[in-house]
């Protein structure tokens, strides 16, 4: 009987110690939101790309009197407010979870989450500048895919674990759309969009609607 009593301790310990090394307010709504933003970006580059009459970045320095690069600027100045609008409703919606749960939202597992998390996210952000100036922009929509794939499978240590299969899937994604480059714009769709709106709704049900 004690014995039995000494490994039930001993396993709510060890739970304990794993929820205080985890981030655990991670809002699964706010990912739903964020793949609707990505589907509804996806969208709009699509008009863009048939606006300026362009199917194929690398072959394309100007069309109908456009220049390239004005289209460039459009397509960086929408993934922008895509990830700000994606930031800002994780932020607020993981908040009020947090709030929710009797727990903070900045402390030291989310700390380490988003420096592992950034880490390959910001040397990917980075890389993709450098390929937007080099004119290289058939890698970018994998590229992307990739490194936000790793950031996902670095950050999963300090959150749910299924963020890990959600950076494994957009690294799978990452590799299809270097190889099929003409459906670039569809792999992102699909991994920043429907992904998340999968992985969202899946963590809603799973974690967040009790």
Sequence with gaps: M?????????????????KSSQTLSLSGLSGVL???YALAGAGYADHLLQAYEVEDYSESRGVIGFPLDALSLQL?????????????????????????????????SSRRLLINFSIPLVTG??????????????????IMLL????????????????VRYLGLTQIVLGLMAAYF????LLFWALGFGVCHVLYGAMMYVKYDRN
């Design 2 to 18: 004690e014995t039995n009593d000494y490994l039930k301790d001993l396993k709510e310990i060890k739970e304990m110690m794993s």
């Design 34 to 36: 964020a793949g609707l």
């Design 76 to 108: 960086m100045g929408l993934a922008t407010v895509i990830v700000l609008a994606s930031i800002v409703t994780g932020i607020v919606l993981s908040a009020k979870k947090a709030k929710k749960m009797g727990e903070t939202l900045w402390n030291a």
């Design 125 to 142: 952000g980075l890389l993709v500048l450098i390929l937007l100036f080099k004119g290289y922009y058939e890698l970018i929509a994998p």
């Design 147 to 162: 490194f936000y794939g790793m950031g996902c499978v670095n950050a999963s240590k300090f959150t749910f674990r299924d």
């Design 181 to 184: 480059k003409d459906s670039d």
